[in-house]
């Protein structure tokens, strides 16, 4: 049988994401060894999830260490040891330097809970309901040196309904996101994804 690729999730709070990542791992669904969580909140509860799946932790406090390049050094470290193919972004409350994203170029992702470009930034649900649109989602991108900014993997569309509150709509959002999130890493896993400019295309191998 094929070794499964190694996966990190980096996440800084809640770990809804990193749960269902977890789940799809179990189930076979997922077709990656989710090999650790990097953590840079000691009070997150993604730690607590962390600890139920078995899932190695590296919790890392930014304070610790005197510049950025130090701090992510550790990272990059900790990632090289456990031979991480795939960077997988899901809530983590920092903007990675051009220097981490150049170690691990077109080998990080992020999900958005929004159609990008529209409603970049940490509330883009509630900016996206606020604002008033029918219909927002959900997009895995690569990572670049901008924030919510590189080139798309997938996107899903939600119908925003008038009875919708912001709670259900967050609701939806999230159970869209524990979905698609990991048919993105398989997508990437199986190497069928070539980036072209903005545009990622799917070959058929
Ligand atoms: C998700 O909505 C994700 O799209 C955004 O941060 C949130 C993390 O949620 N980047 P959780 O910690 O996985 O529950």
């Known amino acids: 049988m094929e070794k499964l690729k190694n996966i990190a999730v980096f996440a800084s709070g809640n770990g809804s994401n990193f749960?269902?990542?977890?789940?799809?791992?179990?189930?076979?669904?997922?077709?990656?060894?989710?090999?650790?969580?990097?953590?840079?909140?000691?009070?997150?509860f993604v730690l607590s999830r962390a600890k139920k799946f078995k899932v190695q932790t590296f919790l890392i406090n930014a304070r610790d260490y005197?510049?950025?390049?130090?701090?992510?050094?550790?990272?990059?470290?900790?990632l090289k040891a456990e031979k991480i193919d795939l960077i997988v972004l899901a809530g983590f409350m920092r903007i990675l330097s051009p220097y981490f994203i150049r170690q691990y170029e077109n080998?990080?992702?992020?999900?958005?809970?929004?159609?990008?470009?529209?409603?970049?930034?940490?509330?883009?649900?509630k900016d996206a309901?606020?604002?008033?649109?029918?219909?927002?989602?959900?997009?895995?991108?690569?990572?670049?040196?901008?924030?919510d900014h590189g080139p798309i993997i997938?996107?899903?569309?939600?119908?925003?309904?008038?009875?919708?509150?912001?709670?259900?709509?967050?609701?939806?959002?999230?159970?869209l996101e524990h979905k698609i999130?990991?048919?993105?890493?398989?997508?990437?896993l199986s190497g069928r994804l070539r980036i072209r400019g903005r545009r990622v295309h799917k070959i058929i191998l």
């Open 19 to 44: 749960q269902a990542i977890a789940e799809a791992s179990i189930k076979g669904i997922l077709k990656a060894e989710l090999k650790l969580l990097v953590c840079d909140s000691p009070r997150a």
């Open 66 to 78: 005197p510049n950025k390049e130090d701090f992510e050094d550790e990272i990059i470290r900790n």
């Open 107 to 125: 080998r990080i992702i992020n999900i958005h809970p929004a159609l990008l470009p529209s409603f970049k930034g940490a509330h883009a649900i």
């Open 129 to 147: 309901f606020d604002y008033g649109v029918k219909l927002t989602g959900v997009t895995v991108h690569f990572v670049d040196e901008k924030m």
């Open 154 to 175: 997938l996107q899903e569309a939600l119908r925003v309904r008038d009875k919708d509150s912001l709670e259900s709509l967050e609701e939806k959002i999230h159970k």
């Open 181 to 188: 999130y990991s048919q993105a890493i398989n997508l990437f």
